[in-house]
């Protein structure tokens, strides 16, 4: 650990890195470079849903606020980014993963009265309450941190200088001031009970609407509710999967790779089986895939002969 004199103001942060693989840097430069190409290439984010479009527009932003830095940490001696760099990447980070995370509930409602009151559907969700939800998320995302990022920019920071962690996060950073920090943590505290809630929103949506699903008569119809919910779904399980993961361990600490590890599917894994999950039926995403893995000549051929 990289240790200050504690007269010294800290201008910089220091990464701690990839735990015990020092060594082998560019293993892990390789494929979190194939993963994020994979993540921004647009094929991939263009689904026929309207909140998807922009939980996607979101993501692509999202991964692009830590990867391009986790990637010149791994390749550079010099794993340091500056204090108003470190925070504008907590702040983005955080903020638009806050706005996905309000989209993905507004979306849940959206399911709910899809398939709970499709009749009355084409009037309540219009064009222009979608766009109103929409932009709400996002504006709400970005607001919502601002004051607790004014006020950690504020904190005395003396050294040492050491994130023990690949992306700048609340909790490391905090644990470098040379303050007092148990104000800001019961924010944090507030935040995980707004998790917890949006959660536990989306899950009574999704129990109601399988309950409704399962009172189908015909399995037709049953498929066809199921397929307009389960991409859905499958992000809502991946996004809060890992967001669990990561910030509602309470007290519990683990080792350094596993919190390499858990981080990793945060910011990288999650975001990158998302475009798989909500565009699985898309047509450019398999050509895009195609691409990734196929020899150029076997573009064009057809989904079963690659």
């Known amino acids: 650990m990289v240790r200050i004199n504690q007269t010294t103001t800290v201008t910089e942060f220091l990464f701690s890195g990839f735990p015990q693989f020092e060594d082998g840097s560019l293993l892990f430069f390789i494929p979190l470079f194939v993963i994020y190409i994979f993540i921004v290439d647009t094929r991939l984010h263009n689904p026929m849903y309207n909140f998807i479009s922009i939980f996607s527009f979101l993501e692509i932003w999202y991964t ?13 001696r010099q794993r340091t980014i500056s204090m108003i760099g470190c925070f504008l990447q907590m702040y983005f980070f955080h903020s638009l993963g806050n706005s996905e995370g309000i989209l993905l509930t507004t979306m849940a409602i959206d399911r709910y009265i899809a398939i709970c009151n499709p009749l009355r559907y084409p009037t309540i969700m219009t ?4 766009a109103q939800l929409s932009a709400g998320s996002c504006i709400f995302g970005f607001l919502v941190l601002l004051p607790e990022i004014a006020w950690i920019s504020t904190l005395p920071f003396c ?4 994130i023990h962690q690949i992306f700048c996060d ?3 950073v905090l644990r470098l001031a ?3 920090t148990s104000m800001i943590l019961i924010e944090d505290v507030i935040h995980a009970v707004a998790i917890i809630f949006s959660v536990l929103v989306i899950a009574l949506s999704y129990i109601t609407i399988i309950t409704v699903i399962l009172r189908i008569p015909s399995v037709e119809g049953r498929q066809k509710a199921f397929s307009t919910c389960a991409a859905h779904l499958g992000v809502f399980l991946m996004f809060y999967g890992s967001v669990s993961l990561m910030y509602l361990r309470f ?3 683990f080792p350094p790779i596993l919190d390499t590890a858990i981080a990793l599917m945060f910011a990288v894994l999650a975001p990158f089986f998302n475009p798989i999950i909500y565009s699985f039926r898309n047509k450019d995403m398999k050509i895009a895939i195609k691409k990734l893995f196929c ?3 076997m573009v064009n051929l057809s989904s079963d002969q690659c």
């Open 64 to 76: 692009t606020a830590t990867i391009p830095k986790m990637l010149s940490n791994l390749i550079s």
């Open 251 to 253: 007290s519990a600490t």
């Open 127 to 130: 064009p222009r309450l979608c």
């Open 159 to 162: 050294g040492p200088n050491e």
């Open 170 to 172: 609340f909790e490391p």
């Open 295 to 297: 020899p150029q000549k």
């Open 178 to 180: 040379c303050t007092d």
